[in-house]
């Protein structure tokens, strides 16, 4: 089980700060929280040499307001039961750099928004999706942090039992028992015709099958007294992260916590386009990746996975 120690929080003076800043007070006191790093990275304060000269204390005094800017909305929204170490970091640099930063502060849990309606891309959040070594917490806007309902979608990897594992240990520090469910996408493969059955008889062999295999696979789950429902989805669609979402939309979770690297459905989501489309527009839920702390989620790397 790897625990989230070390948090840090990616801010940009935005709207959003305020939703993140709550989430990071929530997972300090309902995790083995220590330290908590707030990170602003700003790309705006490229001067000219001539002009720098002219005003040397400049770029200093331009960051020095952003952090106080910062401090007061840590202030007004930061307010955990715990005590916890605090820091803040403000620098000049591309959107890139805050993985830069997490890797320096050896961070267990990055936590980022993903906006809708507010000005901002989707860039650094797939930049971090792919690259990032540790757990990511993608957080849209206007989310509320409470852990009552959690959907993780499995697919019986090694990958799914990390995230299954660290849910129901989320579970156990929130002092409280939230529904989890589990869910499995399945699929009617190519060909189920020369069998001589139908779609519909094949797609329930293929649920009968993933059943089997979630009973195998919860063998190997210490609940820990947490209540564990499973759901069964058959993908018509060939788009696991739209099977997924469609779920998640239908149940309204609290979280989506998914492993990163797994086989199927879990590197299905995470990689290329459809990551791209699940990340960019399909966001409605606070989704947490999880990982083996480490372990980079390369592209190419990930293709060698499946």
Known sequence: MEPFKNLLVGLDTSELDKTLIEYASFFVDHTSAEKIEFVNIVRNLHVPKGV???????????IKDRKNKLKEAIN???????????????KKGQAGDLLHTANKFDADLIIIGKKKTLDGTGVTT???ARRASCNLLIIPEGAKPKADKV?????????????????????????????IVCQNVYMV???????????????????????????????????????????????????????????????????????????TAAA?????SL???????NMNHP??????????AGLFESLREI
């Open 268 to 272: 299905a989501i995470f990689l290329g």
């Open 287 to 296: 989704l947490l990746v999880v990982r083996f702390k480490g372990k980079n």
């Open 52 to 62: 720098k000269k002219e005003f040397p204390e400049l770029v200093e005094n331009a």
């Open 126 to 128: 797939m930049r971090l």
């Open 275 to 281: 990551a791209e489309k699940m990340v960019n527009e």
């Open 76 to 90: 007004a929204h930061f307010h955990p039961e715990k005590k916890i170490k605090v820091g803040i970091t403000v």
């Open 189 to 263: 493969p190519a060909g189920y015709h020369y069998t001589g059955k139908t779609y519909e008889e094949f797609a329930e062999i293929m649920k009968k099958n993933a059943k089997e295999d979630y009973a195998k696979f919860m063998k190997k789950i210490d609940p820990r007294g947490i209540k564990i429902t499973a759901e069964y989805s058959l993908d018509t669609n060939d788009n696991l992260a739209s099977d997924i979402y469609d779920f998640a939309e239908k149940i309204n979770p609290d979280f989506v916590i998914i492993g990163a690297k797994g086989r």
């Open 151 to 179: 959907l993780v979608p499995i697919d019986f990897s090694n990958y799914s039992k990390l995230a299954l594992e660290q849910t129901i240990d989320f579970a156990v520090k929130n002092g409280s028992i939230p529904e």
